[in-house]
């Protein structure tokens, strides 16, 4: 394990993959302890401890004689400013599976291949890991690119995870990204705040995201600021914590959980059990909705305390702020019971923006 890290060494050194890895290191018992395992792994393996992953105490050793590793023990990893390599990629995540004392893990600005950033987002749920921030990972993909690499992002939300925190600014999510991920955050059950700040997700990827916190009911906080998105989309996202028109595929999975709900409330009747209609609509995750006019709305979502859409495309008070301050007045009663501000800050200037407008609208 002698030697200076670098990712020359460490990948001339590394013969092996995920399976293999774990194959190699199944006779060595866990600490548990992050920082010892990833060691045990290293001297293993015959790799060189990243700096940013197990320090060096004497990092002027230049000759690398004592290699006296920190091993203390850590809850949070952070990997800021530095290159990370494949091979510590494996041995890091093989060591965070083996224990539950780290629940924070940063990863800005490390350089990550398309490849790591699919592994990360793969394997980061099956561990116990709480808050991630995977930032300013903007991975330029091949020329041609062959499929939209940010689609992996939404891996992160599956079943498994545990993330109440998710951090992805600066990643370059597309449209498309944010429409998969959009898709597993409907479901999601233990995030509570997610920044997606400085991506380029647009008006369609706005959109996506608006159906799903209508249909979320975890999250609490929420930045898409500076995404390309227009006045458009900004409203569909106010409509998402107010009141939205159903789509075709939302009345469609409303009327397939409605015969789930029937046949639930039979059961527990036949069974003599007591059942909530309400308690039993909300484990399905059924839309809370109403009928005005013959026309199906659902209830804005519950959950949301705040909103940024700062430094997003809205260029006008008239146009672009104004109808959002219209649905904020309209279901003030409603959003006084959970929400705080929606911030659409280096936007106007001040003399634009001219009182009296909602007090959730923070400029």
Not at 70 to 76: A, I, L, M, R
Not at 150 to 169: H, I, P, Y
Not at 192 to 208: H, K, S, T, V, W
Request: glycine share 4%; hydrophobic share 40%; charged share 20%.
């Amino acid at each position: 394990m002698l030697g200076v890290w670098s990712i020359e060494d460490n990948e001339a050194r590394a013969h092996f993959d995920a399976a293999e890895l774990a194959e190699a290191t199944g006779s060595l018992v866990p600490t548990k302890s992050f920082r010892k395992d990833y060691i045990a792994y290293c001297r293993l393996m015959q790799l060189i401890p990243h700096p940013k992953l197990c320090p060096n105490f004497d990092e002027e050793d230049k000759d690398c004689l004592h290699q006296n590793y920190d091993d203390s023990d850590v809850d949070t990893i952070c990997v800021r400013n530095w290159v990370l390599d494949m091979p510590s990629l494996l041995l890091m995540n093989l060591a965070l599976q083996r224990t539950s004392a780290v629940h924070t893990l940063t990863l800005f600005n490390a350089s990550l291949s398309i490849a790591q950033l699919e592994f990360v987002c793969t394997n980061i749920p099956t561990t116990t890991i709480k808050i991630l921030n995977l930032e300013w990972n903007d991975s330029k993909p091949a020329d041609p690119p062959l499929e939209d690499h940010t689609v992996c992002f939404a891996k992160l939300l599956q079943e498994t995870s545990q993330l109440t925190q998710l951090s992805l600014r600066a990643n370059g999510i597309t449209p498309q990204g944010m429409i998969t991920l959009a898709e597993a955050l409907k479901t999601n059950k233990t995030l509570l705040e997610l920044n997606l700040f400085r991506n380029q997700i647009g008006d369609i990827g706005a959109e996506a995201l608006a159906h799903a916190i209508a249909e979320n009911r975890t999250l609490e906080h929420l930045s898409v600021a500076n995404n390309n998105i227009t006045g458009t989309g900004a409203l569909a996202l106010i409509r998402s914590i107010t009141r939205f028109i159903l789509t075709e595929n939302q009345l469609k999975n409303m009327s397939d959980l409605e015969v789930l709900l029937l046949a639930a409330l039979e059961t527990a009747k036949k069974q003599k059990k007591k059942l909530d209609r309400s308690e039993a609509a909300k484990e399905l995750n059924m839309i809370e909705s109403e009928t005005i006019d013959g026309v199906v709305y659902g209830i804005g979502n519950s959950t949301i305390q705040s909103m940024t859409i700062s430094g997003n495309d809205l260029t006008s008070i008239e146009q672009d702020i104004l109808p959002i301050n219209e649905l904020l007045e309209r279901f003030e009663g409603k959003l006084k019971t959970h929400l705080a501000a929606i911030k659409v800050q280096r936007m106007f200037s001040p003399g634009q923006v001219k009182p009296p407008l909602s007090s959730f609208l923070v400029f």
